[in-house]
């Protein structure tokens, strides 16, 4: 059980804002990426709860026609960013593709500060329930130092200088934007929708209902969807801390994950032949799986 928590120790010696993105490159590519996947899924599906999110995402039609494009889009390169860093060869060239797509919208600085909170705060909010151990507080505190570089070099604005004020900035932003509007409902069905294609069509409605199991009283108001039946919430919650028992007792991963989606369904094989200026809206038709 020692080798289990070298990596925690390890992490223990480090210095959260100097070394951040090693840190970060240690928690959610050899630590927790599974549940560093999940959470960010879950952490972008709360974004559309923002009127002013949705209503832009609605307009691209990106959810409607290419839902699985986007999201691979997403994850694929942000991921490329913490794998190698935000100033290596291929950090800098997703960063590229990051700010020229996010160049064509009028996004305004407070939407573009709050999502970028959700990067940080809702995978520490995840590990510390579902975590196969809880996060370390150099972990929360690198999570921080990271994404606010990242956000720097996106042009992002008058982030918040302390783990806590930027923490208080995102409860105060759900508090005051969290409203319904048909967009967030629309793009909220839509990302469901996304998430139940990858199972087989008899399970579907069982994931439908399960994502609704999971999400808190704000988000169901937000998109208009109503509450699944409180077990499958118990449910769920259940299935993943088994897992986390689980898990405590494996030998530490050997091979990080960051940065490695071979399963992927828009780029086969990814990241083997491909650069990141192949992903994004520009991504070369040639390049495409199946959207």
């Not at 291929?90 to 407070?110: M, T």
């Not at 990858?198 to 808190?216: C, H, I, K, N, Q």
């Not at 919430?233 to 801390?241: D, K, S």
Request: aromatic share 14%; net charge positive; glycine share 8%.
């Amino acid at each position: 059980m020692g080798r289990r928590y070298r990596r925690r120790d390890e992490i223990a010696t480090l210095d959260p804002e100097r070394d951040h993105l090693e840190i970060y490159q240690l928690s959610a590519g050899y630590e927790f990426p599974w549940d560093y996947t999940r959470a960010l899924e879950f952490a972008l599906f709360r974004t559309y709860c923002v009127p002013s999110i949705s209503k832009l995402l609605a307009a691209t039609g990106e959810f409607e026609k290419r839902p699985q494009k986007r999201y691979d889009d997403t994850a694929l390169l942000m991921g490329e960013i913490a794998a190698h860093g935000y100033d290596s060869p291929r950090g800098r060239e997703a960063l590229k593709v990051v700010n020229r797509a996010h160049g064509r919208y009028p996004i305004s600085n407070d939407d573009m500060r709050y999502v970028l909170s959700t990067f940080i705060y809702d995978p520490i909010d995840w590990l510390e329930r579902y975590g196969w151990r809880p996060p370390h507080d150099n972990e929360r505190l690198a999570a921080f130092h990271y994404y606010r570089e990242v956000g720097r070099r996106m042009g992002i604005r008058d982030l918040p200088s302390t783990y806590e004020s930027y923490a208080q900035f995102k409860r105060d932003y759900e508090r005051t934007h969290f409203t319904y509007s048909d967009t967030n409902r629309r793009v909220g069905e839509y990302t469901v929708g996304l998430f139940a294609a990858w199972f087989p069509g008899f399970l579907r409605p069982a994931v439908r209902l399960g994502v609704r199991g999971m999400l808190d009283e704000p988000m169901l108001r937000a998109f208009g969807f109503e509450p699944a039946p409180r077990w499958v919430g118990t449910l769920a919650v259940a299935g993943l801390r088994a897992r986390a028992a689980v898990l405590r007792l494996f030998p530490p991963r050997r091979r990080s994950l960051l940065g490695v989606s071979k399963h992927n369904r828009t780029y086969p094989g990814y990241p083997d032949g491909y650069r990141p200026a192949d992903l994004g809206p520009d991504a070369p038709a040639e390049r495409l799986g199946r959207a």
